[in-house]
């Protein structure tokens, strides 16, 4: 029993020390035939390591993981990985800056980011509850920024 304390004052330590992290945000555009769309990059660095997310406002997805992150000699790769696809960005960082291209299956594009001070809000969230009898179903509605309410 004793030694167990010993152990355990071991290890609590480990377990509530706080990990330095930090996250980039870098938000813009990715455009093919004269359309584009909004993408923001959430870059988080902890204990030399580096993983992404990237959010599709306009499409309502949020963190999605960046498979095959790496940034080195001032270049940007990053893989979004689909059901039946994958988008492939492959960039150029230029200080505050990153321009490149990226292709998924047929389709092709040019993407800009730049650096931002924290994440943009481009979602609202609307808490919602519909009951019937005995049924209570409970869910948060995604709009995008300026839209209006649905549920009134």
């Not at 000699?73 to 800056?97: M, P, W, Y």
């Not at 321009?99 to 299956?105: I, S, V």
């Not at 969230?125 to 309410?149: D, K, M, S, W, Y």
Request: proline share 4%.
């Amino acid at each position: 029993m004793y030694g167990a304390r010993i152990v355990l004052l071991f290890l609590f330590p480990c377990l509530v020390l706080p990990q330095s992290s930090t996250t980039e945000y870098w938000a813009g555009t990715r455009s093919t035939m004269g359309k584009s769309q909004s993408i923001v990059v959430h870059v988080e660095r902890s204990k030399g390591l580096e993983k992404a997310t990237v959010d599709l406002p306009d499409f309502g997805a949020l963190s999605i993981p960046a498979a095959r992150f790496a940034v080195e000699s001032g270049r940007v790769h990053f893989e979004l990985i689909g059901d039946t696809e994958q988008a492939i960005f492959d960039g150029k960082i230029d200080g505050n800056s990153i321009h490149g291209a990226w292709n998924e299956g047929k389709r092709a594009g040019e993407f800009e980011l730049h650096r931002g001070a924290e994440a943009p809000v481009r979602l609202r969230e609307e808490e919602v509850v519909f009951e019937q009898g005995n049924v209570r179903l409970a869910g948060t509605l995604l709009f995008p920024h300026g839209a209006i309410a649905l549920l009134q």
